[in-house]
């Protein structure tokens, strides 16, 4: 089977920097994404990391450890528009094909 | 925008009846995708498709169905709603199923609330 874990829940001030990790375990492993989605919204794509390092786009920024089954988020300069919820997720192997794979999510608060 | 739609957006049934959420895409992507979204546990899939007519369970199918006669069309079916199946319903579409960088992305639809009473 396959699980990801990430916190539940992280706070942070406007201007600040904040990094949602995550860690996982499946079946075969083809790359980690992220996701954000706003209170009634649908998640949008993020990032895609399939090999090790750091991805950067803008303010956002994603880094993978394939041998640490790691992963983490990193959003700078915080805005109040980044309250939101964060997906980690993998491609894994379900029945007889590959599908993405879920965390439960964090949710980022940012207050001024 | 990826073009998807989902229909309808808003549903309230009865314990019992059968419910069919449908998602159309206008892409033209041979992937596509079903997951419910509850209240502490994230976005879970429930089937996916990876085309015409192939499809496969995904981490809680049962009691749903899924059916795909064309490439834009992912009918999902609720066989006997029940209580359990209230939830927000995200399809999803892929350009490929594999890890493939550029084509990793998921395009969501704008969800469907479901209310099973």
């Known amino acids: 089977g396959q699980s990801l874990e990430q916190p539940s829940e992280v706070t942070a001030v406007e201007g600040a920097i904040v990094q949602i990790n995550c860690t996982y375990q499946?079946?075969?492993?083809?790359?980690l994404s992220w996701y954000q989605q706003h209170d009634g919204g649908a998640p949008t794509f993020l990032s895609y990391?399939?090999?090790?390092g750091l991805e950067e786009t803008g303010r956002f920024s994603s880094f993978l450890s394939r041998s640490d089954s790691y992963g983490y988020l990193l959003l700078q300069e915080l805005q109040m528009k980044d309250s939101a919820s964060y997906f980690c997720?993998?491609?894994?192997?379900?029945?007889?094909?590959?599908?993405?794979?879920f965390g439960k999510g964090t949710t980022l608060s940012v207050s001024s | 925008d990826a073009g998807i739609t989902q229909s309808p957006r808003h549903k309230v049934t009865e314990t019992g009846t059968p419910v069919t959420l449908r998602c159309h895409q206008t892409?033209?992507?041979?992937?596509m995708y079903w997951y419910r979204q509850d209240p502490g546990h994230g976005l879970r899939l429930i089937h996916y498709?990876?085309?015409?007519?192939?499809?496969d369970k995904g981490e809680v199918s049962d009691g749903y169905s899924v059916s795909r006669s064309k490439t834009e069309d992912f009918l999902l079916t609720l066989e006997s709603a029940t209580s359990s199946q209230t939830s927000v319903y995200f399809c999803?579409?892929?350009?490929?199923?594999?890890?493939?960088?550029?084509?990793?992305?998921?395009?969501f639809g704008s969800g469907t609330q479901l209310s099973v009473l």
């Open positions: 999803a579409i892929s350009e490929t199923g594999q890890g493939a960088a550029t084509n990793e992305k998921l395009f």
């Open positions: 499946t079946s075969g492993f083809y790359g």
């Open positions: 990391n399939a090999l090790d």
């Open positions: 997720a993998v491609r894994a192997v379900v029945q007889a094909g590959t599908a993405l794979i």
């Open positions: 892409e033209n992507h041979r992937y």
């Open positions: 498709s990876y085309g015409v007519k192939d499809t």
